[in-house]
T-cell receptor, first 114, second 119 residues
Framework: AQSVTQPDIHITVSEGASLELRCNYS??????LFWYVQSPGQGLQLLLK??????LVQGIKGFEAEFKRSQSSFNLRKPSVHWSDAAEYFC????????????FGSGTQLTVLP | DAGVIQSPRHEVTEMGQEVTLRCKPI?????LFWYRQTMMRGLELLIY????????DSGMPEDRFSAKMPNASFSTLKIQPSEPRDSAVYFC?????????????????FGPGTRLTVL
């Protein structure tokens, strides 16, 4: 079965600083990988996704993520964080085939200091 | 499009009562998912439907939980009887299971969730 690990429960950065959120997955085949963001009291919104091809994917709100098969990682990055980026971020892996389930990581809470 | 609609947004009930959560997926989407989010267990998939048919309900915690999708535009998640440990935020998500250009796996769109508190 697939699994996702987000080793950082909480990260604090200053506004304008760069950001990297870690995600490691376990899956036997080529994974479908996603990053979602959840603002307080809201549902999850898709930031970006990776299926195949270029291992560096661009998403919304200036985020990008890089798929590294050798490290089983899909880390999320942003060069300059804005206060509005404060939220919880979830990495997820999807199974190929007919099943459409996503397995989510436990999330990383991002705090942005002024 | 209004997105995925869930009701109620908040529900407070007493232990033993029946609770029904409702979801209206995005029009045209044929896959629907129910998730539960808690601090202890994170985000868990409870059940998902494809073309109104339950495909995988292995995440449903126990027989007190049941879900239905009588048509393409409506689904319910029922808990009977409810218990305090059922307190959580319940999310509904929908997606189109057909292939989009260059994408074998379509995005799930989440509703705002229902915050359930069982006293």
């Amino acid at each position: 079965a697939q699994s996702v690990t987000q080793p950082d429960i909480h990260i604090t950065v200053s506004e304008g600083a760069s950001l990297e959120l870690r995600c490691n997955y376990s899956y036997g085949a080529t994974p479908y990988l996603f990053w979602y963001v959840q603002s307080p009291g809201q549902g999850l919104q898709l930031l970006l996704k990776y299926f195949s091809g270029d291992t560096l994917v661009q998403g919304i709100k200036g985020f990008e993520a890089e798929f590294k098969r050798s490290q089983s990682s899909f880390n999320l990055r942003k060069p300059s964080v804005h206060w509005s980026d404060a939220a919880e971020y979830f990495c997820a892996v999807g199974r190929s085939g007919s099943a459409r389930q996503l397995t989510f990581g436990s999330g990383t809470q991002l705090t942005v200091l002024p | 499009d209004a997105g995925v609609i869930q009701s109620p947004r908040h529900e407070v009930t007493e232990m033993g009562q029946e609770v029904t959560l409702r979801c209206k997926p995005i029009s045209g989407h044929n896959s629907l998912f129910w998730y539960r989010q808690t601090m202890m267990r994170g985000l868990e998939l409870l059940i998902y439907f494809n073309n109104n048919v339950p495909i995988d309900d292995s995440g449903m915690p126990e027989d007190r939980f049941s879900a239905k999708m009588p048509n393409a535009s409506f689904s319910t998640l029922k808990i009977q009887p409810s218990e305090p440990r059922d307190s959580a935020v319940y999310f509904c998500a929908s997606s189109s299971s057909g292939r989009t250009s260059g994408s074998p796996y379509n995005e799930q769109f989440f509703g705002p969730g229902t915050r359930l508190t069982v006293l």
